[in-house]
């Protein structure tokens, strides 16, 4: 109670405080304004289309040709939207010791500008359906682990290239991310893509003020938590994103229950250039492997995606970009 009390008497005392203050309302009335939210509509339709265009190649697992058709596509389609384009092309040992191409695509607007975010997600597909009861050797579809990231930062893309945000962004799509061990024993198995830009990004020096990596965003009633990483490395960047979720009526995808660390781009962001860099990743707490039913499964495909979940993802990064 004694709290309560103490709380009435500052409101009291700062309210006697301004009232001398003859331009107080005005002063209050001009800060409002320029802090009025611009609003610029995120077409979930659009981004559902890039998704389905991705899966149409088939699975797009590095080195095959339908990985390959799937990098052109993406190039087609970034190129005439961005400021400047830049391609990553290196090789990667997988921990069954394939040697797979890696071709990261990374395409920046407002170039010059010194105020940078990075969006990022992977565009390979798993080559394997592990966590599946059958066809368990046989590549994923990858519609929401995949596509569904690329297919919203595709659409925002075409929001960028229409109205200038005040800040520059990079878009990145990171290749060979989903190559890894299942059984977790080999260390740095996943995320091949994001290791190598992380070691060498398309600029020296590269610097932005945060990262938001997204990573199956398109299931029926996602729940986004505050992944473990995230919280610990990136937890400004979060509560901006969070917040903007929450502001534009989206809290019930954006939750604030905590999950564990997950190992996904976004920690090797941040591990080889200190970028804070949080992850939008699709975690159900009652499913029996902690993500989707249909995750690393033959049911990753169209089934796994709904528009009212790429709307709420879209928007609010749409939102975030717009009024930073
Ligand atoms: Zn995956």
Redesign the pocket.
Known sequence: MKYILFSFALIFLSACNNKPVVNNTNTHKDITETKKQVVVNFDENGAYDFIQKQVDFGPRVPGTKEHLACYNYLVEVLKPLADTMYFQNTFATTFDKKTIPVKNIIATFNTPKETRIILCA?WD??PFADQDTKDKDMP?L?AN??GSGVGVLLQIAKNLSIQKPEIGIDIILFDS??W?DATGGVEDS?CLGSQAWGKAPHIRGYKADFGILL??VGAPNATFGNEGYSMQNANTALSIVWQAAASAGYDNYFRNFETNRITDDHYYVWKNTGIPTIDIIHHDQNSRNG?GEY??THNDNMNAIDKKTLKAVGQTLVNVIYNY
């Open positions: 992977h597909t798993r994923i990858g682990d995949g991310e989903d890894g996943y990573d199956m993500f995750w690393h």
